[in-house]
């Protein structure tokens, strides 16, 4: 007899365990996460946690930016089980960042790695994401890009700026005619210069552009890619591999290849080029850039020993003047295909061009902080500076976000063409007043979140004494606002705001009180036909009753339950009654103490509140209208 008791308590407390977490997954989904983490942590001490409760309790604490909380359900969660989803994993290491832990978000990083293949923030592509493509094309749309075809471009190929000083440096095929690259036809690459002017407006102006002041950077052949120094006195740039006599050298194979060299600023023209000792004859080496200190110089190569067509590597520059050994920058960066246009910003994000990583087609360009110690996946910068074409040559002031790209698309001029961009942070406001039903009185000190697409609290005010809230938020995003105010059911409001600067929404907000008059009135709270349980979706409606009851400590109440005519009518009286006391027992497990109930009575049908009694035939919503429970107040300050 122990044995079946001790067996029917068990199963008891796993049935409560299991309808508490049902009752806080409700709460979660509706974005209740201190009500949800008060069910779920009641679920832990009953030792009925599972993964599902550990990662939801994280996932609350997360949600709610408490990331030493989040950290820490994780960490349990990832502890005591296996099986995991790596969604968690990733969690756990923002949460870890969050709060400095980095040596163990490396850890987990790493597995991570391991566990995730295919997630689209690791290695770029996600096959079971059709909408990835989508993502991409409308990946800017919560900001004011400004992209513009620049004057000064030629019909001919333009790209590859460089701005030092107020001097824009860039390539251009706009040069003698007499001789022309077999590739495209077009006249050899020259290096070109101009001065950029700051209007009054904000605006850019350009001169007219004229070839590259000194004589020994430009040859008969190509030249272009162009990085400088911080102090302007050195120049770094891309030329064809020429022989003393300004020849083209070739491999065994016929082949010309490319190689970097340096300039010196004498005056005002640049000499004493150089080339640079990591080059070779059987091998291209390009595209250089130099780190904000100017202590390490990328560029791209197609050496043997890499892992693509063509890779990005870096060398260390030394105080004498000498280079380091090159190093490739690894599979993070490089892929089978070919990287290119290797440029760095002021903030040391690191941005190139790329077929290999997912794009919209042929060479995008991407951002990675590889060089801030966060080797994470690059990321495709999108559209309107991706396209289906040649995207590349990214330049950008970090300060001021303006900067510029060049591209073959074919709205251009030539076969490249400069573009310069502006980015500005396309921003709105969520406004709106909070009002009591029916009454419309103006609410103050309603409690308003802001909350994102993946359920997290972004910010949270309070309603002045005029009941307003405002919101700044940014455009072609999707949030939810959530009112609550004690003894008052929440408002929840859902909106998407439009990609249009300074829009202004308007999102009021409508409560209901809980108290009016002597009853605290809750939506209809349901049982399962011919039964006395308590439902989720009741309980749900029932914590309204807890809230109450907790704010009002005075406050006593008692609770009737009504049934529609349908069944025996002592049947239907027994069987409210049981309800009633079903609901009076629920309240009571939620710490409220059992005096403060004085009664929980079932009426059956003997109250109906329309035409449907026995015999009468009526609609199921005329039946449901008889079926309900009423909480009365019959003592407290608030009757």
Request: proline share 3%.
């Amino acid at each position: 007899m122990k044995i079946k008791i001790l067996t029917l308590v068990l199963i008891l407390s796993s049935s409560l365990s299991f309808t508490q977490t049902k009752l806080a997954d409700k709460f979660f989904d509706n974005y209740g996460y201190l009500k949800a983490i008060e069910l779920y942590e009641k679920v832990v001490e009953k030792g009925k946690a599972d993964t599902h409760v550990l990662t939801r309790l994280g996932d609350a604490y997360y949600n709610n930016s408490n990331s030493e909380k989040a950290a820490y359900w994780y960490e349990k969660a990832l502890s005591e089980n296996k099986d995991v989803e790596a969604e968690y994993i990733y969690k756990y290491i923002q949460s870890l960042r969050s709060i400095g832990d980095y040596k163990k978000a490396d850890i987990w990083f790493k597995k991570l790695s391991e566990a995730q293949q295919g997630d689209s923030r690791l290695k770029g592509y996600n096959p079971d994401d059709v909408s990835i493509f989508d993502k991409l094309t409308s990946k800017n749309e919560d900001r004011i890009v400004t992209l513009e075809n620049l004057s000064f471009n030629s019909e001919k190929s333009d790209f590859g700026s460089f701005l030092h000083d107020n001097t824009l440096y860039f390539a251009s095929a706009r040069g003698d005619e007499k001789k022309v690259y077999n590739w495209n036809k077009e006249p050899f690459l020259d290096i070109f210069q101009l001065e950029v002017k700051q209007e009054e407006n904000g605006m850019e102006s350009y001169s007219s552009p004229i070839k590259l002041a000194g004589e020994d950077v430009n040859s008969i052949y190509h030249e272009a890619s162009v990085a400088i120094t911080n102090d302007g006195k050195t120049m770094y740039f891309t030329r064809d591999n020429v022989n003393d006599r300004n020849r083209l050298k070739y491999d065994k194979e016929g082949t010309t290849h490319l190689k970097i060299y340096t300039a010196t600023l004498k005056g005002k023209e640049w000499t004493n080029v150089t080339e640079l000792p990591f080059n070779d004859d059987v091998f291209s080496t390009g595209h250089p850039t130099l780190s904000p200190d100017n202590k390490t110089l990328f560029f791209v190569s197609d050496r043997d020993g890499g892992i693509g067509q063509t890779d990005i590597y870096s060398v260390k520059i030394n105080d004498d003047g000498s280079y380091g050994e090159p190093k490739n920058l690894g599979d993070k960066i490089n892929t089978e295909g070919r990287e290119m246009f290797p440029f760095v910003a002021k903030d040391s994000t690191f941005y190139f061009s790329s077929d290999g990583h997912l794009n919209l087609g042929l060479l995008d360009i991407f951002k990675s902080n590889i060089l801030k110690e966060e080797p994470t996946t690059p990321e495709n910068l999108g559209a309107p500076f991706n396209s289906g074409y040649d995207d590349f040559a990214y330049f950008i002031n970090s300060e001021t976000q303006k900067g510029y790209i060049s591209s073959n698309r074919p709205e251009g001029k030539g076969g490249d063409d400069i573009y310069s961009f502006n980015i500005e942070e396309c921003n709105q406001q969520i406004t709106g007043i909070a009002k009591e039903h029916r009454t419309e009185i103006i609410l103050a000190d309603v409690t308003v979140q802001l909350i994102d697409e993946t359920g997290k609290i972004i910010e949270e005010v309070l309603t002045a004494e005029d009941g307003a809230y405002t919101f700044d938020v940014k455009c072609s995003k999707t949030y939810t606002i959530l009112g609550t105010k004690p003894d008052y059911k929440e408002d929840k409001k859902t909106i998407t705001t439009a990609n249009e600067d300074k829009k202004v929404n308007t999102v009021d907000l409508v409560l209901q009180p809980l108290i009016l008059d002597s009853q605290i009135i809750i939506n209809p709270i349901f049982f399962d036909y011919d039964k006395s349980d308590i439902r989720t979706d009741a309980q749900y409606e029932l914590e309204n009753i807890v809230d109450v009851l907790r704010k009002h400590p005075e406050m006593i109440i008692k609770i009737e339950s009504h049934t529609d005519s349908r069944g025996r009518d002592k049947y239907n009286l027994k069987l409210s009654d049981r309800r009633a006391k079903s609901t009076a027992k629920y309240i009571i497990s939620r710490g409220i103490d059992a005096n403060r109930i004085e009664s929980a009575r079932g009426y059956g049908e003997t109250r109906l509140l329309n035409k449907c009694a026995n015999g009468v035939k009526c609609s199921e919503e005329e039946h449901q209208v008889n079926r309900r429970s009423y909480f009365y107040i019959i003592d407290s300050e608030k009757k």
